[in-house]
């Protein structure tokens, strides 16, 4: 038990005592901290002005160093861990750092508000070390938004540092000898003084057991795993949790295992440890997730977090579905039962998730390399945008004949749902144009879309048939370009 959280800021550790463990890592950062450099936009994830790195982070590729949204963070998850700030890129001499001076010198930055979150993506990128190719520097800057710069210069910049040995400074070194040690006993918590407006008790397990106690005694509690979600009630909606159970800690929910035709996802492992994963036959999946938020979003983000909203617009659903995968929920009474994904949402938002239950893992079977699996999603925007319609797809065609269908998709009713009456005319029938057209038209029986800010119900309707169109070409017309910066 504690009661201050620990971590190392610009490569020096630091304690913040009495701070409430529940308030935003932004909050602490520009309030308590005194570091104003680190600037609020949206307080919702969008605009990445709040962007800091976290030092000790598995990235996509790989490397140490990930940006995240510190308007999304709560303070107490980041105990024990280590974060840059843009405060902490200038050399002991009050240099800038070669990041500052790229975008600075390539005219990248007019207003100011959003270039501290764009140098510590830029930082990110270019201590991943990767290559100045601009479908990668797009990616990296993906999760931030200029108003009045335009993105040119910046992406130049970017381009500049890339692989700039000097732009690589030695920050895990740092870290590593400066890392505050996360307490070892089972359940580690830290709560603001009695009294204090905004005080909360904040649990971290570091074993599977202590998580199930909590969630047995506690079923009220917040159970917290990314924050990318449940942070915007923090952020945005200014709620005050009483209690937070944060899963992070708990190694069983970190596993990510692939054995010969399966893959089990541990519901806490971040999506951007998971892509790696998500190669070879599960490329679209791996292609959606890439689509999932920024870089940001997916550094913090989880499975877990995504089937415990459970979204109708939940961009991960309608792929287990198709994949015809299976929950993993874990109670302390009753252990571990696997609830297939075709059981798991019963409602709006709702799930078969039991009040003392958590979710452990998903396990999916690979498609094997004769099936198709794709994924398609539809959204306003091409990065950082929810979709309107999504749709994810397995068959099994065998001597022409469409032998098995999973049809899934989101956006098109109050939870992510199969399309059972298309795949009804699917299978048994030949994979044929035909075939295909009938499927999509009694697919319109199958969902009463709503009409939103995102799309017309009309304009879902359409554009699920469409997509199982494109699809049939896709695969019997490899020839034909189907996406738009391939045309
Ligand atoms: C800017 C932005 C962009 C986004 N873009 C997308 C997008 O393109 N597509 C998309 O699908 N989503 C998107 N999201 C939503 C969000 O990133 C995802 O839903 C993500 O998967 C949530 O995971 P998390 O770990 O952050 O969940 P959290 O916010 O920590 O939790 C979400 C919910 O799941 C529950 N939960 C978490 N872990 C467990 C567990 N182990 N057991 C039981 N319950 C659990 C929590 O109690 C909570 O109810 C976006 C969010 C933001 C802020
Ligand atoms: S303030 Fe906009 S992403 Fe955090
Ligand atoms: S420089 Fe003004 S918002 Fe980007």
């Known amino acids: 038990m504690s009661d201050h959280i620990a971590f190392v800021l610009n490569g020096r550790p630091v304690t913040a005592t009495g701070a409430s463990p529940a308030m935003t890592l932004l909050d602490w950062l520009r309030g308590s901290a005194r570091l104003t450099g680190t600037k609020e936009g949206c307080a919702e994830g969008d605009c990445g002005a709040c962007t800091v790195v976290l030092e000790d982070a598995t990235t996509e590729r790989g490397g140490p160093c990930a940006p995240v949204n510190a308007c999304l963070l709560m303070l107490g998850q980041i105990h024990g861990r280590a974060v840059r700030t843009v405060e902490?890129?200038?050399g002991a001499d009050g240099t800038p750092h070669p990041v500052q001076r790229a975008l600075a010198e390539g005219d990248g930055t007019q207003c100011g508000y959003c270039t501290p979150g764009i140098i510590m993506s830029m930082y990110a990128?270019?201590?991943?070390?990767e290559p100045a190719q601009p479908e990668l520097i797009h990616d990296a800057l993906a999760g931030n938004l200029c108003r009045c710069t335009g993105y040119r210069p910046i992406v130049e910049a970017m381009a500049r540092v890339a692989q700039l040995p000097e732009a690589r400074i030695a920050a895990a070194a740092t870290v590593a000898a400066s890392m505050p040690e996360v307490p070892a006993g089972p359940v580690f918590r830290t709560a603001a003084p009695?009294?204090?407006p905004d005080g909360a008790r904040f649990d971290v397990p570091a074993t599977m057991d202590a998580l199930l106690a909590l969630r047995r005694d506690h079923p009220d509690a917040w159970l917290l795993a990314g924050g990318t979600d449940l942070g915007?009630?923090?952020s945005h909606d200014r709620e005050v949790p009483a209690h937070v159970?944060?899963?992070g800690r708990v190694p069983e929910l970190q596993v990510i295992a692939a054995t010969p035709g399966r893959?089990?996802?541990?519901?806490a492992a971040s999506y951007a440890r998971l892509l790696p994963q998500l190669d070879g036959a599960l490329m679209p999946f791996g292609a959606m997730v890439r689509r999932l938020g920024s870089r940001q979003i997916r550094a913090m983000g989880t499975i877990g977090g995504n089937l415990g909203t459970a979204s109708p617009i939940g961009d991960t659903l309608p792929v287990l579905l198709a994949l015809g995968a299976s929950v993993h929920l874990r109670s302390a009474a009753n252990g571990t039962r696997a609830v297939a994904i075709d059981d798991y949402f019963v409602g709006y938002r709702r799930t078969a998730l039991r009040a003392d239950e958590i979710i452990e893992a998903v396990e999916i079977e690979v498609p094997a390399r004769d099936e198709i699996f794709h994924v398609d999603k539809?959204?306003?925007?091409?990065?950082?945008d929810i979709s309107a319609v999504l749709g994810a797809y397995r068959l099994r065609i065998d001597g022409g004949i469409v032998r098995a269908a999973r049809l899934a998709f989101g956006g098109m009713a109050a939870t992510p749902a199969r399309a059972r009456q298309a795949e009804a005319a699917l299978v048994g029938r030949p994979w044929s144009d035909a075939t295909v057209a009938a499927a999509a038209a009694v697919m319109e029986g199958d969902f009463q879309p709503v009409d939103d800010w995102r799309g017309s119900a009309r304009y879902r309707q359409v554009v699920a048939g469409n997509l199982l169109r494109r699809l049939h070409v896709r695969v019997t017309r490899p020839d034909v370009a189907l996406e738009i910066d391939r045309l």
């Not at 990128?125 to 070390?129: P, R």
């Not at 893959?263 to 519901?267: Q, S």
């Not at 539809?378 to 950082?384: A, E, G, I, L, P």
């Open 88 to 90: 902490g890129l200038r």
């Open 125 to 129: 990128f270019a201590v991943g070390g």
């Open 378 to 384: 539809v959204s306003k925007r091409r990065d950082q």
């Open 194 to 196: 009695a009294g204090q």
């Open 245 to 247: 159970v944060y899963v």
């Open 263 to 267: 893959l089990r996802i541990g519901a």
């Open 232 to 234: 915007l009630r923090v």
